[in-house]
């Protein structure tokens, strides 16, 4: 099972980068989205999967033997919720960027940024 999840993986991340070098940033986000879910599939196989024994402590034991490791799963759960946050910042700044600017290609959100040197000067350098 672990060598189909490892494949799975795989092609997330050749996904996420042909989405990444996109010249869409709609496309871009998608990318960045698939990346993250890679990112906590690879999280996902670095822990045990699965085990074949319950996770049930034996009558004289301590611990339990072997069984799945649960901090890679509580790390995915903080990951997910990560995720879907920044996405969302991302996708409201993006909609807000479009609504601006007009368009979503990020070479001609380059041309709508202001020249080097005409930016705002601070107060204490134009009073000189």
């Known amino acids: ?44 196989l670095a822990g045990r999967l699965s085990s074949r024994v319950p996770p049930l402590i034996a009558p004289g034991e301590t611990t339990v033997a072997v069984s799945a490791n649960p901090l890679p799963q509580a790390l995915i759960l903080t990951a997910i919720v990560i995720s879907f946050s920044l996405v969302a910042f991302t996708a409201v700044l993006f909609e807000n960027a479009h609504k601006r600017i007009g368009t979503l290609d990020p070479d001609a959100m380059r041309d709508a940024e202001t020249p080097a040197g005409d930016g705002l000067r601070g107060d204490d350098e134009g009073q000189a």
Do not use: D, Q, T
Request: net charge positive; hydrophobic share 70%; proline share 2%.
């Open 1 to 44: 099972m672990e060598p189909i999840f490892a494949l799975a993986f795989g092609v997330m991340i050749a996904v996420s980068a042909y989405l990444i070098l996109s010249r869409n940033v709609l496309r871009i986000l998608l990318g960045l989205l698939v990346l993250g879910n890679a990112a906590n599939l690879a999280i996902f």
